[in-house]
């Protein structure tokens, strides 16, 4: 069932109309990401025509890996209306390929780097417990923050260590001001077609406005005045090479961009879903590994790997149509285009200010949606720790980069962005904190007036080791509390009463045993008269709210005790 | 289990707080029907405070409900949390009470 929000869910099928000027408003949304492509070709010492002419390229690869990941198909595609886009992840590798064999390393590498991720889909069940729901929450909010930051930087024209290369100028900074208050001013004010294509009307209004003030790049208006109109994009004809020596940034990254791929992939299940319980491991691999086609697909066509792009999980939220057909006009708008140079030539014209401005705007989004993941399970000690020193750490990368940068160039591939720094941190910890967490445990009680708390922090501080669900934990309080007072009152129960719990991702159950009688569950509601006037009504209505709190009840007798089991789901 | 009361022109509100529960529910029940037996029989429950209810403590207000029926007043349930809502729906209780979601809304319905 989909949330009250969305306009068109992911089965959807909207007219052609939106579909297109969605699928135009996602492609807008991508251009910033271009940056990187930019970036690595600039240092290999590239023309403007020549970086043109990747980007052209980067569109192919794009729409065909942002075609596959709307496929639903059972080996391949998430399902979901998730574009793909050039990433940071792959930035480092990407310019030590470049100084160390030019574009052919780079080409290369990078098609390894997208086997090396169609491998690791293949390990996502087994590596589970090493991927709980708060690491993917983690990893959708630092990609938020990523995105915030990325944002920030463009928007006042600061280089990676926070310098001002080229600093923004008061016109610049605010054009950016102007693009992100109105798409805000839109997606909060307005509605229907406005409310929706906010991310174009602001970009759109940022250009223009940048173009009346004669705010854009002399270079790049340069390179968009001389650029073909129509054009086949020209595929690299070298040989692509490979170097062992790149094996661990680029491996780096490709698990950067796993990790990535199934926070935005699980994010996307989340808001597609009201009743959305867990991660579907299905979907994740699946779209993991047409992660890895994209790539591979980046690398044959010469330009660099790709990954899913959060800012479009984050609009997609926005304005709520996440119809995964639009995914397939994406795709196929991106490699239209990838025969009109002169667009990519305008893209890569649209001011650095405006496109942060942008990037900050979705980033809101992801943010609060990585939030929401993590805070959705109980958090003890351990998963406090484990999120708080992930996020530290990564904040400091961005804080403190001169700091990292200095390290021993082994660690390089480790501290390389503030994602990585910060996944690498969490993966590591939850292995470590996951030594004497036990999945039984048992707690031996006799019953007194203060049953309730005694079984609420037995239970809360275990589902909180579990990382169990709020609402189940609930649940269990409730039916364990309910069915100690009822043997309490009315089973004769004599001695010390022991509750045992265990769990697993899927299944919590508790399990009663104790002296005294076995406790009837009631397969029907007794009266009101029942209730209100006899012993047995009470006891009656104790054994049906149990029943019906829990998805299974079984009272039986062992030996000596009386045994009252109940399982949730969870 | 503390028990605030208070009034609003002629209906009394009656506000638990804590948990009723096998041990609670009794007293609080008592207390109640005393209430209403001595000429309060425009009551309001307020639930707001209560953050626990076991089949004792529903029995309690079915006891008052029914009394109250008799004597041709009303009772008015209010500021019941989602979880303390879940448990009336698991005990099939939300069509046997009126359930208003504040006060204010209680007191003018009791009225």
């Known amino acids: ?570 | 289990m503390e028990v605030v009361e208070t009034r609003s022109g002629a209906v009394v509100i009656v506000e638990p707080l804590g948990r009723m529960d096998s041990t609670t529910a009794q007293p609080f029940g008592d207390r109640v029907v005393k209430l209403i037996r001595s000429g309060s029989d425009h009551l309001v429950i307020d639930l707001g405070q209560v953050l626990y209810i076991s089949s004792a403590g529903f029995r309690s207000l079915l006891i008052a409900g029914k009394l109250i029926d008799e004597l041709q007043g009303k009772l008015v349930l209010c500021g019941v949390s989602a979880e303390v809502k879940r448990l009336f729906e698991i005990g099939c209780f939300t069509d046997l009470f009126d359930i208003c979601a504040t006060r204010d809304e209680g007191v003018l319905k009791a009225t």
């Open chain 1, 1 to 570: 069932m989909y949330p009250a929000n969305l306009l068109y869910g992911v089965s959807d099928r909207p007219s052609a109309a939106v579909c297109l000027l969605n699928a135009v408003q996602h492609v807008m949304l991508l251009a910033p990401t271009l940056v990187y492509p930019i970036l690595v070709m600039r240092a290999a010492g590239a023309d403007e025509s020549a970086v043109v002419s990747v980007v052209s390229l980067s569109f192919v690869a794009l729409g065909i890996g942002s075609a596959l990941q709307s496929v639903k198909h059972p080996q391949i595609g998430s399902g979901y209306l998730l574009p793909v886009t050039p990433t940071a992840a792959y930035l480092p590798a990407s310019l030590a390929a470049i100084q160390l064999g030019g574009l052919p390393m780079l080409f290369g590498m990078t098609v390894l780097a997208g086997i090396f991720e169609i491998i690791l889909a293949q390990f996502i069940r087994r590596m589970r417990p090493f991927f709980p729901a708060e690491i993917s929450g983690v990893c959708v909010f630092l990609i938020g923050t990523l995105l915030g930051v990325l944002g920030i930087r463009l928007l006042l024209g600061l280089d990676m260590s926070g310098n001002a290369q080229s600093a923004a100028t008061g016109r610049e900074v605010a054009l950016g001001i102007f693009t992100i208050a109105v798409m805000i001013g839109l997606n909060v004010w307005a509605s229907g077609r406005w409310k929706m294509y906010c991310a174009i009307f602001g970009i759109m209004g940022g250009y223009l406005a940048a173009a009346a003030l004669g705010a854009l790049d002399a270079n790049a208006l340069a390179a968009l005045k001389s650029a073909r109109i129509m054009d086949l994009p020209s595929v690299p004809t070298r040989m692509p090479s490979f170097s062992f020596e790149l094996a661990i940034p680029f491996m780096i990254g490709a698990l950067a961009c796993c990790l990535r791929g199934m926070g935005d992939i699980t994010n996307c299940q989340k808001i597609n879903d009201r009743n959305w319980i867990r991660p579907d491991l299905t979907s994740i691999r699946n779209g993991i590994v047409s992660d890895g086609i994209g790539t591979v697909a980046g690398g044959m066509f010469g330009t660099m790997g790709s990954s899913t792009y959060s800012s479009s999980v984050g609009m997609s939220t926005a304005i709520g149509v996440t119809a995964r057909v639009i995914g397939f006009w994406v795709g196929g708008l991106l490699i239209l285009l990838s025969l009109f140079p002169i667009i990519a030539a305008l893209m890569v014209s649209i001011p650095n200010s405006v496109m942060g401005a942008a990037i900050i705007f979705t980033g809101c989004f992801v943010m609060i949606n990585g939030l929401q993941i993590i805070t959705y399970r109980l958090l003890d000690a351990r998963r406090t720790f484990i999120v708080g020193i992930a996020l530290t750490l990564s904040l400091s990368r961005d804080i403190f980069p001169g700091f990292y940068s200095g390290l021993p160039e082994a660690m390089q591939p480790f501290v390389g962005s503030s994602l990585i720094i910060g996944l690498l941190a969490a993966l590591v910890l939850n292995a470590i904190f996951r030594i004497g967490v036990r999945s039984r445990v048992k707690l031996v009680f006799a019953p007194s007036f203060d049953d309730h708390d005694t079984v609420r922090t037995f239970l809360e501080q275990q589902g909180a080791k579990w990382g169990a669900r709020r609402d189940v934990i609930e649940r269990a309080i409730f039916g364990t509390v309910q069915a100690i007072e009822a043997i309490a009152d009315h089973a004769r129960l004599e001695g010390p009463l022991e509750i045992e719990a265990s769990f697993d991702e899927f299944n919590l159950d508790i399990r009663m045993t104790y002296r005294g009688d076995e406790f009837l569950i009631a397969e029907r509601r007794p009266t009101d008269d029942e209730i209100r006037d006899t012993d047995d009504g009470l006891r009656r209505l104790a054994g049906f709210m149990i029943r019906r709190n829990a998805d299974r009840v079984r009272s039986l007798r062992r030996a000596d005790r009386s045994v009252l089991e109940f399982h949730f789901q969870h």
